[in-house]
């Protein structure tokens, strides 16, 4: 089956503790996206990354950080830098990065942080 | 002021009713519309996506865009419970060749059997 996997499900951390959240694909897309969900908030993007070995910042990367050594691997980083690390984690890729593909999402990551 | 508006809800139907669901933009520069279903829980799946301004139909469901008015709808007909979902509306734009998804906050539904 083709997609996209994210794991855990669910990821309980203590504050203070970096967390790596696992993104991979199967889908033989260029395009990987970290999207931060909370309630009410809709979707926020954090990174990206067009090709492998590079990556851009999007609206809300403060006290995150990403990684791209694979085309089908794009792991998330919360650091403990991250002053409100408990929301609901989705990973994006997309065939191209530019052009009107769609982005397909995967079953997502719910952090808790206490 | 956010680029995108969406009405929170929650909205709650009757099963086979007609469902309108709406966003509106700031931005002239988003060039594509989509509409995203997510269930509790789970990741969004694309509903529907369109371009330029008009109507498009795919079984129940009808997205339309006014891009003149920066206004976008979703129609569900024949409302059925596994409709129950929270609908999100996403722009796009193309931000040094890459595209970029603005969402809105997500309008959650109910339909009621």
């Known amino acids: 089956d083709g997609g996209i996997t994210q794991s855990p499900k669910y990821l309980f951390r203590k504050e203070g503790q970096n967390v790596t959240l696992s993104c991979e694909q199967n889908?033989?897309?260029?395009?990987m996206y970290w999207y931060r969900q909370d309630p009410g908030q809709g979707l926020r993007l954090i990174y990206y990354s067009q090709i492998v070995n590079d990556f851009q910042k999007g609206d809300i990367a403060e006290g995150y950080s990403v990684s791209r050594e694979k085309k089908e691997s794009f792991p998330l980083t919360v650091t403990s830098a991250q002053k409100n690390p408990t929301a609901f984690y989705l990973c994006a890729s997309k065939f191209q990065a530019g052009g009107s593909y769609e982005q397909y999402f995967g079953p997502g990551t719910r952090l808790t942080v206490t | 002021q956010k680029e995108v508006e969406q009405d929170p809800g929650p909205l709650s139907v009757p099963e086979g009713a007609i469902v309108s669901l709406n966003c509106t933009y700031s931005?002239?520069?988003?060039?594509?519309f989509m509409w995203y279903r997510q269930y509790s829980r789970k990741g969004p799946e694309l509903l529907m996506y369109?371009?330029?301004?008009g109507n498009k139909e795919d079984g129940r469901f009808t997205a339309q865009v006014d891009k003149s008015s920066k206004y976008i709808s979703l129609f569900i007909r024949d409302s059925q419970p596994s409709d129950s979902a929270t609908y999100l509306c996403a722009m796009s734009t193309l931000i040094q060749g890459a595209q970029k998804l603005v969402f809105g906050q997500g309008t959650r539904l109910t339909i009621n059997p």
């Open positions: 931005n002239s520069a988003f060039q594509y």
């Open positions: 889908l033989n897309h260029d395009a």
């Open positions: 369109t371009y330029s301004s």
